[in-house]
């Protein structure tokens, strides 16, 4: 009876190794510059701090006009601010008059 011996090959040990460090290598590289790792969530908080200031000039732009709409509103109409109103939105003025514009009104 003929047995057949193999000698143990130095590559068979290597496989392994090699598996882990390509696993490793793929999920490390997409962890770090992938869709939604580490240099994307940076991107996404810069975008979040300039929309928060957005939002907050928005905010404050809101609460103007909510005054400003509340100074016109019935009950308590004001003359004056009508009168201011009415002669930026048609840009006219009484000739005796000399107009500064404030940038308060502007969109």
Known sequence: MWTRHHK??????????????????????????????LIAAEHFEKRRVVRERELAALVD??????????????????????????RYQLNMSRPDEIVIFNSYFKN
């Open 8 to 37: 143990k090959r130095k590559i068979g040990r290597l496989v392994l190794p090699a598996v882990t460090i390509a696993f490793l290598g793929y999920f490390g590289y997409h962890c770090i510059h992938g869709d939604y790792g």
């Open 61 to 86: 732009q809101r609460k103007t006009l909510e005054n400003q709409v509340a100074l016109m509103s019935d009950g308590s109409l004001e003359k004056d601010m009508i009168d201011e109103k009415a």
